[in-house]
T-cell receptor, first 112, second 115 residues
């Protein structure tokens, strides 16, 4: 099956720092998704990407759909304490199953 | 804002016991899903459900699992004889559009612990 490698596994940063995380896939995706999971909650969609090379922002978050269609990146600028949580990438290929394959998540801790 | 709700939030059970996890999807959604997340692992798809039947299921969703929409609002996941490895967070999700995974809304999850 499809494999997603997400890195880093965890990050410990100071408030105000920028954050970058990425995902690579063993196969081509037509859609990349980035989710955030707060403690005790389900994943919430942050950004959806549909085209190779696409760069999309949501406030301080920016995500990119890699040119090869096998990777994606998420950046968070000027982190704040409420950015704490687990960030998941996910993707799927249109025309087949529309069920997303998830990465293992990046746990982000922001120190005030 | 409409949301998916799940009960219970936590469930502890003995190995071999049956458990039923309940979900109330968003009211105008037609597609329903169950996922699980073993502690520290990725979210894994279990099953999707539409028009009162299973649309798709993963290898994880074996004969000990079943899903049901017993009435117009609830969507349940039953595990007939729980095993230790069933311990995980179980998420329900619902969507109005099967073709776009990004339209799925996730519930807060039920944490299942099998002893």
């Amino acid at each position: 099956g499809q494999q997603l490698n997400q890195s880093p596994q965890s990050m410990f940063i100071q408030e105000g720092e920028d954050v970058s995380m990425n995902c690579t896939s063993s196969s081509i995706f037509n859609t990349w998704l980035w989710y955030k999971q707060d403690p005790g909650e389900g994943p919430v969609l942050l950004i959806a990407l549909y085209k190779a090379g696409e760069l999309t922002s949501n406030g301080r978050l920016t995500a990119q759909f890699g040119i090869t269609r096998k990777d994606s990146f998420l950046n968070i600028s000027a982190s704040i304490p409420s950015d704490v949580g687990i960030y998941f990438c996910a993707g799927y290929a249109s025309g087949g199953s529309y069920i997303p394959t998830f990465g293992r998540g990046t746990s982000l801790i922001v120190h005030p | 804002e409409p949301e998916v709700t799940q009960t219970p939030s936590h469930q502890v059970t003995q190995m071999g016991q049956e458990v039923i996890l309940r979900c109330v999807p968003i009211s105008n959604h037609l597609y329903f899903y169950w996922y699980r997340q073993i502690l520290g692992q990725k979210v894994e798809f279990l099953v999707s459900f539409y028009n009162n039947e299973i649309s798709e299921k993963s290898e994880i969703f074996d004969d000990q699992f079943s899903v049901e929409r017993p009435d117009g609002s609830n969507f349940t996941l039953k595990i007939r004889s729980t095993k230790l490895e069933d311990s995980a967070m179980y998420f329900c999700a619902s969507s109005e559009d099967r073709g776009r995974a990004e339209t799925q809304y996730f519930g807060p999850g039920t944490r299942l612990l099998v002893l």
